[in-house]
């Protein structure tokens, strides 16, 4: 006894330094310790440990005697007894139920109801424990729930277990409620990680036979709390029982009935599937009612808790009902509970309860038809009563601003269903009608209004979410769409005075201006209002229906798009007079918004005829689209000339210009525009002033991609007018002057125009699809200014400058769309290697050179222009137009020189930076994977042993990397490798003969070359032969075996993420595993045994069996149906493991070959 007492409290004192440490190597040195005492006997993936050294200095400290998982439940169990301190209950809670998770299959039955029984009673025995401890051993419960249901009887009667909690005492029955809220929230998760199948069953089987007695239980008892009769000893224990009824009333009726693993119940959208045997509540015709009682009789956070109950009440599907009748009363009794908090104003002084009861009347019109609602008696009365509610709401912007999406989402679908439902009758539908356009002028002065205040005060602008207001927009404009005309008079009526104000306010600046501060400050506020009524009209337009137009609506969107034109002319015309000492960024882009909505709208090949154009040429001479077009330009091009200095509203404005440029019509349109034709011309213009910024680099790319699209959008381009195109690049670097010598290159103006004029090539050829048109370019651009490219990396090299030149060269060498398919006779394929060969040497030799003193600078100043040169040289390798052979047969260097200084750009990265910089990390392992596909074995030369052992220790690397993408380049180069290796060794031994032929010519080589590498080679291949090896075998066979330790580990690397890591790359790893098992059979089965020796006692015949099973139907060929069937076999054995929520106890070590 006096044992167990230092025990508990040795345990207790670990468990206070873990959860309340004077330092963290205090707390590290107890969980140390604690983990090891308490082990799960599982990896991190099971939330648990592996066997672990004990910690120093606990050779006299007491101890548990442990050595199965049953042994740490009830060591924890006698733990949990001994102790009532906080946070030892924490410790032992929270260790059970990793513990639970990991090992619960290995538990006998006996072991499992008592685990179960321990928690109940410990918590029937102490109704005094703290909120979250309830809530940890509630969470234990629920997952034994989980993982035992299936299994163990005794697990299924969760509501008779906790009826007893609910028949003892008001604490007891507080502490049940908060058990069951608990245990229903983590047996419905949004998602299983693991055991999902089990686990849904288990989900399944809860929801069937234990949710809606529950449901009753906490009904019945909100019930009694409206009634009060209830007796409570303090007004603190009801308001506690109260919030705990609510949070498993709420989570009831939010579980996944569908058992799809989709919340849909926290959708907005959502409808909850509630089963048949759950109608006769929901027929109750005080059912409703009592909800809105207890929301009546709630105060705050409790009343927002009912309000999410309506929420989900609301959005029960209709064929829960048994009749029409039964629907129309509960209907009735929604209508009638949100009238009443509308005319008592019930709890709306809360933001909280506001909120949900906005987000109740989006979700009750999402689920009761339009005609449903207005066959109910009151329903004109009711729909006035939301409508001041509304007006309300947007009036109280301040004080709740998230709601507006809401309230505009209930009008919309209103709106929506006026449209197919015929016979509403003609009250509702004038009232409706009268309300829409009220609406619409509430919230136009409302947005209108609030501008001054939130520039004065700094409050948040949804003008600065431009997606965010978009999203609320559309419905607004959707809205609007039910009386159009009246719609677009309120917004007209507050457009014309603040055009008035506006033009005062610009006359006024042209002729003295006293205070220009001030004058800034009014001109602010005045083209923040315009922002918002542009977007305005912007939803409006773009919600133009084409099946519901009419000439009359037409017109009115014509008129609409001449208010906006308008102002965008006085706008200009200030900038015009004042340059960009007036901008206003919101307004610009309100405008482009505007823009891309007309387009939507009316910008098609049929409708140059619409009334909008009618009225566009009445009132200001835009007669069809062609003149739209050009207005649209217009403004484009001012963007790019006074927001120079603006990345955003660039981007934006050349966003706009690709949209416009979209489709065949789209083009053959925007290239008659007379702007258009202009800019083509004149595309390096000193009036586009955001080509001379260097902070808008990224988006001249976008703009020549755009005018790429534009020049080849007509099929007969030819090269007379390609040709005139690019004069504008040939005069940009003729007027740099001679460019002779380095010196010259490296001149800080050349670099700054050559810079952005291959940023901008490598825009253009980016839009590049088709043969016709690359040739274009290619014939262009080569051989002169592949010589000024060379000669600018040989000047800057490695200077982070060279990165716009290699950018540039990768794409030019990307075979995208077959472009770079050349004649079978032309040797531009080779040429265009030899350039990349003489780039990728140029600026390795100097990127090898280089240092670089400052980490943070690394990537920028050296990785990033390695990883364009590997990006250069996998796209040759993969782009399939490029005859290799050629430079093999007669033996020219430029493969030879680029191939070596690949391999040592690749050498130099220690492997720590491989793995550290992710776009280094991609490029390095896809040109792996496309140089093992053909060339890197076809090497004449072979790589040097310290070469060789780098890569090989890349790909071990490369297989730790989580990013899929970088498994899968690793995947794919070890198994190149091992099936190039498989491929010779079978040749070896089938025709020896031919092989004997290539070795003597190989031999030759290696005796003529002089370099180190192939000294090397040599006396490898001698000591080969000197352990009696032939002489006749491949390099990478020679290596292989020189390095027997190389494809094991590697295997023990691909083994462990498929067995020990919950990995999606299962296909990927299964390719190479089956190679490397082909090559190395006798260690696969080593290391299989090791696994199975790893894992307990208990669980060693079923990993065994499945282990075996991975090579059931293997005939051991390189044939696609043995790889499948093996990569089969694996997923199933994965399968089985989850299935049976087994993890693995890891091989950390693994077993030397």
């Not at 200095?57 to 924890?76: V, Y």
């Not at 909120?131 to 035992?148: D, E, K, M, R, S």
């Not at 290799?884 to 220690?910: C, H, N, S």
């Not at 089985?1136 to 993890?1143: C, E, M, Q, S, V």
Request: with cysteine.
């Amino acid at each position: 006894m006096e044992r167990q007492d230092e025990r508990i409290q040795y345990f207790t004192a670990l468990c206070e330094q873990l959860y309340n440490p004077k330092s963290s190597e205090e707390r590290e040195q107890a969980q140390k310790i604690l983990e090891c005492q308490f082990p799960t006997f599982a990896d991190e993936g099971g939330n648990g440990i592996a066997t672990l050294q004990s910690p120093t200095g606990m050779e006299n400290r007491p101890t548990f005697a442990i050595a199965t998982p049953t042994d740490t439940a009830s060591a924890l169990r006698i733990l949990l007894e001994n102790s009532p301190n906080p946070y030892v209950q924490t410790f032992c809670l929270a260790r059970l139920k990793q513990l639970s998770l990991a090992q619960f299959s290995l538990f006998s039955d006996d072991t499992k109801i008592q685990l179960r029984t321990f928690l109940l009673e410990y918590a029937f025995m102490h109704p005094d424990l703290m909120p979250f401890i309830i809530t940890q051993l509630a969470g234990v419960l629920a997952q034994l729930t989980l993982l035992g249901w299936v299994e163990m009887e005794s697990y299924r009667h969760v509501y008779k277990d906790i009826s007893q909690f609910i028949q003892a005492t008001m604490e007891h029955r507080i502490v049940g409620m908060q058990i069951l809220a608990v245990i229903i929230q983590d047996v419905n998760p949004p998602t299983f990680s693991r055991g999902s199948g089990k686990f849904r069953r288990s989900a399944g089987g809860f929801r069937d036979t234990q949710l809606l007695d529950i449901f009753q239980l906490a009904y019945n008892t909100l019930k009694s709390l409206n009634e009060r009769s209830l007796p409570f000893s303090s007004e603190y224990q009801e308001q506690r029982l109260k919030e705990a009824t609510l949070n498993v009333l709420v989570r009831c009726l939010s579980f996944d009935f569908n058992g799809t693993s989709v919340d849909e119940s926290a959708e907005d959208i959502g409808t909850i599937q509630i089963p048949a045997t759950w109608r006769p509540i929901f027929e109750d015709d005080s059912f409703v009612p009592t909800f809105f009682q207890a929301y009546a009789n709630s105060t705050p956070p409790n009343s927002s808790k009912v309000m999410d109950c309506l929420l989900a009440i609301a959005s029960v599907r209709r064929a829960l009902f048994t009749d029409q009748e039964e629907r129309s009363n509960f209907v009735i009794s929604l209508m009638r509970g949100i009238r009443d908090v509308m005319i008592t104003s019930q709890g709306m002084d809360d933001a909280d309860n506001y909120n949900s009861f906005c987000r109740l009347l989006f979700r009750f019109r999402s689920a009761a038809p339009l005609n449903e609602m207005v066959d109910k008696p009151g329903y004109i009365e009711w729909i006035g009563l939301v409508a001041d509610f509304s007006f309300k709401g947007f009036q109280s912007w301040k004080w709740s601003p998230n709601t507006a999406s809401y309230i505009l989402g209930f009008w919309s679908r209103i709106v929506q269903s006026m449209t197919y439902y015929q016979s509403l009758g003609k009250e509702a539908v004038e009232k409706l009608e009268s309300i829409s356009s009220e609406l619409i002028g509430y919230y136009i002065t409302t947005a209108a209004e609030s501008v001054s205040t939130r520039i004065e005060e700094g409050l948040d602008d949804p003008l600065d979410n431009e997606d965010s207001l978009t999203e609320t927009l559309n419905m607004l404009g959707q809205i609007s769409r039910c009386k159009y005309e009246p719609s677009s008079t309120a917004l007209i009526s507050v457009f014309d005075p603040t055009a008035t104000q506006y033009q005062e306010l610009i006359t006024k600046a042209s002729t003295n201006v006293t205070d220009p501060e001030s004058f800034k400050n009014e001109l602010e506020i005045i083209e923040t209002k315009f922002a918002w009524l542009v977007y305005i009209a912007a939803a409006f337009v773009g919600n133009r229906a084409a099946f519901l137009n009419s000439d009359t609506l037409d017109s009115i969107d014509g008129q609409l798009a001449v208010k906006v034109i308008q102002l965008m002319e006085v706008q200009q015309a200030l900038q015009a007079n004042h340059g960009s000492t007036f901008l206003n960024q919101k307004l610009d882009m309100a405008f482009i918004y505007f823009f891309q909505q007309f387009k939507k709208s009316y910008m098609s090949d049929s409708s140059d005829n619409s009334e909008v154009y009618g009225k566009l040429s009445e009132l200001i001479g835009i007669q069809n689209q062609g003149g739209m077009l050009n207005v649209i330009m217009q403004k484009i091009v001012s963007n790019l000339q006074y927001w120079a200095d603006n990345v955003v509203v660039v981007q934006r404005t050349l966003e706009l210009f690709n949209e416009l440029a979209s489709g065949h019509m789209g083009i053959r349109y925007l290239r008659q525009v007379e702007t258009t034709q202009t800019i083509l011309q004149n595309h390096m213009s000193v009036d586009l002033a955001f080509f001379n910024n260097p902070k808008q680099l990224q988006n001249r790319m976008i703009f020549y991609k755009v005018l790429c699209k534009l020049l080849f959008g007509e099929d007969n381009v030819g090269e007379t007018e390609f040709f005139e195109f690019m004069k504008p690049f040939d005069k940009r670097i003729e007027q740099l002057g001679p460019l002779n010598t380095n010196a010259d290159f490296r001149q800080d103006n050349v670099k700054r125009v050559l810079q952005g004029v291959f940023l901008d090539l490598c825009g253009f050829i980016n839009s590049i699809q088709n043969r016709r048109s690359y040739n274009l370019f290619f014939e262009w651009f080569n051989p002169d200014y592949t010589g000024i490219l060379l000669r600018a990396m040989e000047a800057w090299a490695p200077d982070p400058i060279c990165n716009s030149l290699l950018m540039f060269y990768a794409e030019f060498v990307n075979n995208r769309s077959q472009r770079l398919n050349f004649d079978h006779s032309s040797p531009n394929g080779i040429l265009t290697f030899r350039d990349a060969s003489n780039i990728i040497c140029t600026y390795g030799r100097k990127a090898l050179d280089y240092q670089v003193q400052d980490e943070n600078l690394k990537y920028e100043h050296k990785y990033k222009g390695i990883s364009l040169v590997f990006n250069i040289l996998a796209r040759c390798l993969g782009g399939r137009y490029i005859n290799f052979g050629v430079f093999w047969l007669y033996q020219d260097k430029a493969i030879d020189e680029a191939f070596d200084m690949a391999l040592r750009l690749m050498t130099a990265i220690p492997l720590h930076d491989l793995t550290s910089f992710p776009k280094l990390t991609n490029t390095f392992y896809n040109l792996l994977d496309e140089w093992s596909k053909d060339q890197l074995m076809a090497l004449p030369v072979p790589p040097s042993p310290d070469i060789f052992l780098y890569l090989m220790e890349a790909c071990e690397q490369g297989l730790d990397v989580n990013e899929s993408m970088v498994r899968s380049h690793t995947c794919a180069a070890i198994y190149n490798i091992c099936t190039f290796v498989i491929q010779q060794s079978e040749k070896q031994q089938t025709n020896p003969s031919q092989l004997r032929r290539r070795s003597s010519t190989m031999a030759s080589i290696f005796t003529s070359s002089s370099t180190s590498s192939s000294s090397a080679t040599a006396n490898m291949l001698q000591q080969q032969q000197q352990r009696g090896g032939s002489s006749d075998t491949h390099w990478l066979l020679v290596y292989l075996n020189q390095y027997p330790r190389i494809l094991p580990t590697l295997m023990a690397s691909i083994f462990y993420p498929l067995l020990f890591e919950d990995t999606n790359d299962q296909w990927s790893l299964s390719r190479p595993l089956y190679t490397l098992i082909y090559l190395q059979r006798d260690y696969a089965i080593k290391y299989t045994n090791a696994v199975i020796d790893q894992q307990l006692p208990e669980r060693r015949d079923y990993v065994a069996k499945g282990l075996a099973g991975l090579m059931d139907g293997i005939e051991w060929t390189l044939s696609s149906r043995d790889r499948e069937h093996f990569t089969q076999n694996i997923s199933a054995f994965i399968r089985d493991l989850k299935l049976n929520n087994i993890t693995l106890v890891p091989l950390l070590t693994p077993p030397t070959p």
